[in-house]
């Protein structure tokens, strides 16, 4: 299949994809243990130590939100799929009898307070993925810097809620937790060193509940630990701004403009031509980025095409672009798994009185 034809470099958008094209250039060196990567792990060593400090001190002082709290997180840097992971928990939770709600850090919003995330937020003020995740899910949403402070606003604003999953934390250990969720994508741990000669926030192998991954299984993981490999996909459709769907195999014979803020843009790009779509052009910018300087070039008559993160942003500007949302097949022993920790956490009032704590 043919590849898109790049974004016309007179977009004032092009800026922005320099940067993402610098973003992936900086994915493939951590990749493997060349030249560059040694220049920078000295300063691997650092990052390493002043890391894990910031962690052994959050885990001193860890407090617990009074209900079970599940944290969904990665150990690489940029995105590994966590927030459609977190938002098939929800689901899973909520079909299980559960009252779920959703805390976050809101990272990327111009905020620093800790507030409520409504289906009507700005994204500027709250964060793409919180915005995506209360509009998806119908779950009560907050944000704040220190993801304890958002869980206690939750529970007295929602006293109904009775479980909470951490969208993104699990470096964030001054909010203790009874299940640790890590999501890898496909390039696993890279080359195995931390920032910046490699991808890892903190060393791999480190002890978590269980582990979800798309492509081989993370390497050196142990062979006690859980593991479960997941698939991702499109949905079968895209959505308009205001709710409609339009399938998929609709827009196969319709040049496309695709556009996508997101970790790894080319996978999008690709899934979309793996669905049979003609992508005329396709424009990979910054992950989280704001779309407020993008403008649509005068020559581009194609339709607008996006992800589901990207089309919070962008429907306000562009409200004919069409957004599709990703879906993942999670092993039900996955969810089993889940259940059985949740059941042990519901049950003993040490779990929720005296939690174990983040693992440093």
């Not at 704040?144 to 929602?158: M, N």
């Not at 390039?187 to 195995?192: A, D, H, Q, S, T």
């Not at 999008?268 to 407020?292: I, K, R, S, T, V």
């Amino acid at each position: 299949m043919a590849s898109p034809a790049p974004a016309s470099p007179s977009n004032p958008g092009s800026n922005a994809g320099g940067s993402a094209r610098r973003a992936a250039w900086l994915r493939r060196i951590w990749q493997r243990r060349g030249a560059l990567a040694w220049a920078l792990w000295p300063l691997s060593l650092l990052y390493g130590a002043l890391s894990a400090r910031q962690r052994r001190s959050g885990a001193a002082h860890a407090g617990h939100a009074g209900v079970p709290t599940i944290v969904v997180g990665n150990v690489i840097a940029g995105g590994a799929g966590k927030t459609p992971v977190t938002q098939a928990i929800v689901g899973h939770l909520r079909r299980s009898g559960w009252t779920p709600g959703i805390i976050s850090r809101g990272y990327g919003r111009n905020t620093q307070d800790c507030r409520a995330v409504l289906p009507q937020s700005a994204p500027e003020d709250v964060g793409d993925e919180p915005l995506l995740l209360a509009r998806s899910t119908g779950v009560p949403v907050f944000v704040a810097p220190q993801r304890l402070d958002a869980a206690r606003a939750l529970r007295t604003a929602h006293p109904e809620v009775d479980i909470l999953v951490c969208d993104d934390g699990l470096q964030h250990t001054a909010l203790a937790r009874d299940v640790e969720i890590c999501v890898f994508h496909d390039g696993g741990i890279g080359n195995g060193w931390q920032l910046p000669a490699g991808p890892l926030r903190e060393p791999w192998p480190r002890p978590v509940d269980a582990v979800l991954h798309t492509g081989p299984a993370p390497e050196h993981t142990p062979t006690s630990q859980p593991v479960f490999a997941m698939q991702r996909q499109l949905a079968p459709y895209a959505l308009h701004s205001d709710g409609r769907h339009v399938p998929l195999a609709q827009l196969s014979d319709r040049p496309l403009y695709a556009l996508a803020a997101v970790a790894r843009p080319e996978r999008f790009f690709a899934m979309l031509q793996d669905q049979g779509l003609q992508l005329a052009q396709a424009q990979a910018l910054p992950d989280h980025y704001n779309f407020e300087s993008w403008q649509r070039p005068a020559d581009a008559d194609a339709l607008l095409i996006c992800t589901e993160k990207d089309a919070v942003k962008l429907w306000p500007l562009q409200p004919d672009a069409l957004a599709v949302p990703l879906e993942l097949d999670i092993p039900q022993a996955f969810f089993d798994l889940l259940d059985q920790r949740l059941a042990t956490a519901r049950l003993s009032s040490a779990a929720v009185n005296s939690p174990r704590p983040a693992t440093p």
